[in-house]
């Protein structure tokens, strides 16, 4: 057995589908992020500037955040054409996001379109995210179906690599 969302991209995915899962941030992923993308606002390393802002600590990047599609989008195949992001509260350093991401619409030549909801772990909506792409056809299908048949090597959340994803999927529904 696979991973719920790759196994949902093998078999058809269908408008209204939801796909919930949650993710803790940690104080070295934003670190790290800031690293990678060269975005070092103070926001994100110095007390003294979220004070001023008025924040009660440092923040992680929104965009690290708001990244959690990215797990939904490589677990399906979705070939991303367009984002838009909405931040409307900080996420601190331990927050637990849980994301929520609902097709809402599918055209016949794959094209699609979903909505993301990023919650923090007091039920606050911190985030808010609207995704165009491409979903796999048919061919592209049967490609993920062989890759899951060979162990999903290269996918470090298939159940080999990550065997509590699938609990964690089904109790978030």
Not at 121 to 148: I, N, S, W
């Amino acid at each position: 057995m696979t991973n719920v969302m790759r196994q949902k991209a093998i078999t058809g995915l269908k408008q209204g589908e939801t796909f919930v899962y949650k993710r803790t941030f940690t104080r070295e992923e934003t670190l790290d992020f800031g690293d990678l993308t060269r975005d070092y606002n103070p926001v994100h390393y110095d007390g003294r500037w979220t004070g001023e802002k008025g924040f009660k600590g440092l923040i992680c990047h929104g965009l690290l955040v708001g990244s959690m599609i990215c797990e939904f989008g490589g677990q399906v195949g979705w070939l991303a054409s367009g984002m838009n992001f909405k931040f409307i509260r900080p996420v601190y350093f331990q927050d637990t996001i849980q994301c929520r991401v609902t097709i809402t619409k599918i055209s016949n030549e794959g094209r699609a379109e979903a909505e993301a909801v990023f919650t923090n772990q007091d039920g606050q909506e911190v985030g808010k995210a609207h995704m165009t792409g491409r979903l796999p056809m048919e061919k592209e299908k049967q490609v993920l179906a062989a890759m899951v048949t060979e162990g999903d090597p290269t996918n470090k959340l298939s159940d080999a690599a990550y065997p509590l994803m699938q609990d964690r999927l089904m109790q978030d529904r």
